[in-house]
């Protein structure tokens, strides 16, 4: 579908710059384009619509997704929503297959997506697990289990405070100390400065990975089957990665692969680049890049802490908080690698620390007090394929040496320093390393 | 070119919008009505509930009146009674017709496809006297094949195994001789059996002795669940099909009165099913063939179509509790109220005191009369026309008394 329809769009801006003026002609687009859009308006409304009996084939049935439970005072709340094809009512609810009496808000009733919350006054005790089982009025029974009760999150200020405070620990503290490496870097010859942008681009890949695994949990743990868990994740990626490369492209007056003009240095060739702002370009602007999409992951990151928490399926440990901001540490070397060339203003350098780190903490929030696993996959999406749109950047610059004196000259030429030497490889696989091997402590 | 930045922020801009309405639209419910106010609800558990909403709870989920236990559980069916010219013998002659195809609202809001003889399940009591004939004029009006299996002594060509009577007005006479005393089950017996018994088609059969049996209030009970999602695990249990009907109906008996109980148990999928009696002991019969019993118990064990006659007499009032000490089953629905009252003519409730008890062959082929004005399960109906006091008014009024 889509790609029929954009060449078609590519040739109407031409038809229509063609032939400007032309009132028929330009009709003749619009409805050219309206036209197939009409018919399928025709399908639709012939075949399902009213007194159509043409394709009752087969029996739908009902299907009802429990989409959260919480443990609120005595009472048991579970989130219900109707995924499947056809209304439901929603007709007994039980507690680990024990029918309970329940009140069902606003009603029983349930249209396509339609929730209700389902409230089971139950003495729950903490820390045990629970099956929560909705049955339909055709007597089909759905459940969801919880694996260890915890109180429900509400937004008070004593836990607004206490995700921001694990949010700084996990997110801003480590991200930033890690930006303390750039010092060091900045003492290594190119082969080493090579090796940790390589680092870098493996720290990110590794990134990139364990946000699509972890949407994938989400969508298969939390999502209905109508979804589409995983290509809505695939969607956001691609969404996501081609928008910010787009836009990245425009900002940093890059012409593409090939095309050797960063705009950084003044070189000459930057006068392409039209109004694209040299403070944006080059290597702050590739920081900046890895920042938003670091921002990004922790973002996703924080809503799965704040998920778990939220949902009791975590016992918050201090080993776990150490272990993230052990992991998150790297994602500060990520942002200082590029930086390493250049002289940079602490506020900046905090800035962008700030950047990747802080959305950890809205996400902590976002997650515990108005937990969505859409809301999760669509975030993890975006954050895996922010991630990989700056790898892509990160392997450009590399493979033009990784530095502006190096100018156009890459492609691995000048002893290995680029895409086909030694220090590329191995920094690469380092990275994925050492994420690898912090990641187990989480 | 002098488009290009632009167009590269139009760009991010639709994407975080796109993303935005996505996220926002999956972190807000969508909820379609108006709310309202919020009232309070007493519900069958005792568990108190606050809701704008609705509330899921026999006691408040008005159902259609498709079978009324109360109806059934003391209503036998003595058939059309005549007597052989030549031999004398009684011979009792029922129209037993069998369907598959009703959906029948077996919990409140539950809809199940049940397969019934004579429109309800259990099917109808059938009841005779050791020795009568029995004559069942039995017509299939099913999509499949059906039988009437009966538990008892009979020739095998009365035994509806073998020859199976086809869908779309099939017919088949059974005819025996009511034999042994006691109370036994029928069911359909067509493979696969356990499809066509946990459908519906079962019922029971008392012979009484020939000498009778002492006076007493009589009635039936068949232990019996649905397993509506067909995973081989019953979704609800219950004493006459409806689950915690007796619970929020409770049974009214009068103290010092001889209670006679006629249980079946007709639960599949389950290995055994149980009936504790509270504040009592009961004497058990099983399959109701001895005359005497050592079994004085409060706690009987049946597996499937296992049945026997309890006999008990309360000397306290109040309100008694029966249920199955498998508590899985008590609470999925198997679980009742015996409301045991004094005895006397000041009583004004529905039930109908000593006249409205059948005892054997007077041929009262009906005496639901006495019980048919307790409106089903709807908890209003209940709760305007029964006698209840104390706490037990709960279980029947539409709300609790602090409702707001």
Known sequence: MTDGRRPMAHERGRGLSGRGSSGAGRFRVVASGAAPLALVAILVIYVSGPGSTMLEVGVPLPEVTIERVDFVGSEILATVRNTGPIPVSIAVADVNDRIHPAAVEPDAHLERYETAVVRIPFDWNVAEPYTIGITTDDGTRFEREVESAAPALSPSGELVAFFAVIGTYVGVIPVLIGLLWLPFIRRMGRQVYVFFLAVTVGLLFFLALDSVEEAVDVSQENLAGSFNGLMLLATSVVVSFLGLFYAGERLSGSRGPGDGGRAGEGDGRTGSGNGASPRLAGPMAIALMISIGIGLHNFGEGLAIGAAVGLGSVAFSSFLIVGFAIHNVTEGVAIAAPLSRERVAVWKLAGLGVLAGAPAIFGGWVGGFAYSPIASVVFLGVGAGAIFQVMVVLVRWIGRGGSPANGSNGRGASGGSGLSGAPFAAGIVVGMLIMYVTSILV | ?404
């Open chain 2, 1 to 404: 070119m002098a488009t290009g930045r632009p167009r590269a922020v139009v760009l991010a801009l639709a994407a975080a919008s796109a993303i935005a309405v996505l996220s926002a639209s999956a972190i807000s419910d969508v909820y379609t009505e108006a709310q309202r106010p919020p009232q309070t609800f007493l519900t069958h558990t005792g568990a108190v509930i606050t809701t704008t909403g609705e509330v899921l709870d026999p006691v408040y989920q008005v159902s259609e009146v498709e079978f009324d236990p109360d109806e059934y559980l003391r209503n036998f069916e003595y058939g059309s009674i005549s007597e052989d010219s030549k031999t004398g013998q009684t011979v009792r002659e029922y129209v037993i017709v069998a369907e598959d195809d009703r959906v029948q609202e077996v919990a409140p809001g539950v809809f199940y496809n049940v397969w019934t003889f004579n429109g309800t399940v259990p099917g109808p009591t059938i009841r005779a006297t050791e020795g009568d004939l029995v004559r069942i004029t039995f017509v299939n009006n099913g999509t499949k094949p059906h039988t009437m299996h009966f538990h008892g002594i009979h020739p095998a060509i009365m035994d509806g195994v073998f020859e199976p009577v086809g869908g779309g007005g099939g017919q088949f006479t059974y005819e025996f001789e009511a034999g042994p005393v006691g109370v036994h089950p029928y069911h359909c017996h067509i493979m696969p059996l356990e499809e066509h018994i946990i459908h519906g088609l079962y019922g029971v059969f008392i012979v009484d002795p020939k000498e009778g049996r002492a006076p007493a209030d009589e009635m039936v009970m068949v232990l019996n669940g649905f397993d509506t999602d067909f995973d081989a695990e019953n979704n609800f249990y219950a004493a006459n099909t409806v689950p915690f009907y007796y619970q929020h109906h409770p049974i009214q008996i009068e103290r010092d009165r001889l209670i006679r109980v006629y249980v079946v148990n007709m639960v599949e999928f389950d290995p055994i099913n149980n009936f504790h009696l509270h504040g009592n002991l009961f004497y058990y019969y099983p399959t109701g063939t001895d005359r005497s019993t050592s079994f004085y118990t409060d706690m009987i064990t049946m597996s499937q179509t296992e049945r026997g006659i309890m006999e008990f007499t309360y000397e306290h009032t109040g309100k008694f509790l029966f249920h199955a000490h498998k508590v899985e089953f008590s609470e999925k629905g198997w679980v009742g109220v015996f409301l045991v009252k004094d005895p006397g003519p000041g009583d004004d409730g529905d039930y109908g005191g000593d006249s409205s008890v059948d005892n054997g062959d007077d041929n009262g082929d009906d005496n639901g009369d006495g019980y048919a004005a307790t409106g089903g399960y709807s908890g209003a109906a209940g709760g305007s026309t029964r006698d209840v006091t104390g706490p037990a008014a709960a279980y029947d009024g539409r709300e609790a008394p602090d409702g707001a």
